[in-house]
Every structure is written in structure tokens, then in C-alpha cells.
């Protein structure tokens, strides 16, 4: 019973996210990419790359976790929140720190970060972040770094070098990128480290743009050059930088300046099989991309989409 009526909530949850970004046309299609079907899963949004050609992928609404395998073209079941749980999860985006084997999840509209044993599959934290939808999640150099789409701040977690999580705390991002959120927008949504840590780079929906912000201070700049409608989840890599345009139904590729004050869109990455992507993971020269579908709140099959990160290259 429980779980038909978390099933239930999740097509209400995906219904209410299709009103918050206004529907675009799809770009042109390249040839049809492989797909990875995420079998059983509600809903879907974030993904993460784990060991060698493991990835991580949640059902957004129910907050369960999917673990697959890219060469092999194969994902299953990995947690089932409803094991250990009674109240309602979510998986909005995510991170596996590696050396630790914890993966980190950020819970939309619980306001909470989950953390899990990417060995064992059982919980390891329910964090209590704070109000709004918190969106995404980036390791920096010491902890982990959670976006909040109604507000402009950051939560930060403390990760010890043996995997010891510590006291939460808030980052008050100032302006531009800090700029007051109005009801149903999204502000921050991905985020990522560049710089060894040194520096975050947050996506921003509302303003379809990318901006710095030092973890320390708080101060942001805005990345000149760049504009990417419907930046949802983004991907790091040098001076690369991957922003994924959910309603667009594309992937820019950005070439990022030294000092990261300017930026430059090099190809744009589209795929015939893209359904309202969301985020992404890097694996060598390819791109595992979650299809959300937003836009078909019915939809019963959801699935990761591998690209080339570079394109048609």
C-alpha cells in the first residue's frame, strides 16, 4: 500500500516540475545513442559516477537508487528507500565520493541530504539542510556542497579524510548570483568544483547562466560569454565545462577561460533519444544523461542516454 501511494505522489511531484520551466523545441537529432533502461523506476533526475564504469542514478520522487554498469549497457535496483524508511525520499542530484564509498544526494522538497554506503547500500546520514528544493550536490576539497533552487544559498558538509561527515553549514552567496528567488522559480540549480576545490561554478536556471562563487566568502561573478536557457545539471572536467539544457533537450560544451571569467560554447550535443535531460556523468569521453520527462507525467519507462561528451567530434 505504501508503495502505490508513493507512486502516486511521484506523478503529482513530476507534474508540479513540468510547470515550473516552460516547454522549448527539441535541436536537431544526431543518429539514435545507446540507452540504459532504469527498470522498475517512477521518475528520474540526477546521476553520478561511481568506480570505473559504474554509475548512480535516483528515482526522483520515491528517492530510490538505481546502480548500472555503462559497458555492460545494464542498470537494476540498488536501494530501496521503503526497506529502512516510512517517510517520503527524493534523488535529485548526487555525488559518489570514491575514496569513502559514500554517495551524496540531494532531497529536493524534504530539504534534506541523504548519504549512502556505495558498498552495502545502507544509509549512512538523513541531514537536515534547510526550506526550499535542494537541487544538486558537488565534492569539493573537504565536504560536499548542496545547491537550494528557492534561495540564494549553499549548504556545505564536512568530510573527514576517513569518511566522517560533520556539522552542516550554510553559505550566504552574494550577488549577482545570489539575487532573491520569487515562488515557483529556480535560482541554483547544478553546481560543480573547479580548481581543485578552490573555486565552485553554480548553474542558474532563472538566469540561464553560469557563475563562480568562492566557497569561502560567498562572492560570485558571473562567467561572461555563456548563455545556456534551462541549465539544469553541469559537468566539470579542466577547463571543460558540460551544462545540460533540460527543456532544450541539448548539452552545451563550454570552453572555460583560465581565470574561469569568461567561457565559450564550442558544439552543442543533441541526441534523438533525449526526453528532458537533466544531469549528466562523465566517463571518459562519454556522457550518461538521465531523461527525466518532465513533460509526460504518465511516462512509465525512464532511462540514461550515452553521448559523446564532444559532440559529433
Not at 245 to 270: A, C, K, M, P, Y
Amino acid at each position: 500500500m505504501r508503495r502505490t501511494v508513493q507512486r502516486r505522489t511521484a506523478i503529482t511531484f513530476i507534474a508540479l516540475m513540468a510547470l515550473l520551466v516552460p516547454t522549448l523545441p527539441a535541436a536537431a537529432a544526431p543518429p539514435p545513442d545507446s540507452v540504459i533502461v532504469l527498470q522498475g523506476a517512477t521518475s528520474a533526475e540526477g546521476i553520478a559516477a561511481g568506480k570505473g564504469d559504474t554509475f548512480y542514478a535516483g528515482d526522483l520522487a520515491l528517492g530510490d537508487i538505481y546502480r548500472g554498469d555503462i559497458s555492460e549497457g545494464t542498470a537494476k535496483l540498488f536501494i530501496d528507500v521503503s526497506d529502512f524508511d516510512s517517510a517520503r525520499r527524493a534523488a535529485v542530484g548526487m555525488k559518489v565520493d570514491v575514496r569513502n564509498d559514500l554517495l551524496f544526494v540531494a532531497g529536493g522538497t524534504t530539504g534534506h541530504a541523504y548519504v549512502y554506503n556505495t558498498r552495502t547500500g545502507q544509509p549512512v546520514a538523513d541531514l537536515t539542510l534547510g526550506a526550499g528544493f535542494i537541487n544538486d550536490v558537488t565534492l569539493g576539497r573537504d565536504g560536499a556542497w548542496f545547491t537550494n533552487s528557492a534561495a540564494p544559498e549553499l549548504f556545505f558538509v564536512p568530510v573527514s579524510p576517513s569518511g566522517t561527515l560533520g556539522a552542516v553549514k550554510k553559505l550566504v552567496v552574494s550577488e549577482p548570483a545570489g539575487g532573491p528567488v520569487k515562488p515557483g522559480e529556480f535560482g541554483f540549480n547544478g553546481i560543480a568544483a573547479a580548481k581543485g576545490g578552490k573555486v565552485l561554478i553554480v548553474a542558474h536556471s532563472r538566469d540561464a547562466a553560469l557563475y563562480t562563487v568562492d566557497p569561502q566568502t560567498g562572492e560570485s561573478a558571473r562567467i561572461r560569454g555563456v548563455r545556456v536557457p534551462n541549465v539544469d545539471g553541469i559537468v566539470v572536467r579542466g577547463s571543460q565545462l558540460w551544462a545540460v539544457q533540460n527543456f532544450s533537450n541539448r548539452i552545451s560544451r563550454v570552453d572555460l577561460s583560465g581565470d574561469l571569467t569568461s567561457g565559450e560554447v564550442e558544439d552543442v550535443i543533441t541526441s534523438g533519444k533525449f526526453r528532458i535531460p537533466t544531469t549528466a556523468a562523465l566517463f571518459g569521453n562519454t556522457l550518461a544523461v538521465v531523461n527525466a520527462k518532465f513533460n509526460q507525467p504518465t511516462a512509465t519507462r525512464f532511462e540514461v542516454v550515452l553521448v559523446s561528451a564532444r559532440g559529433d567530434d
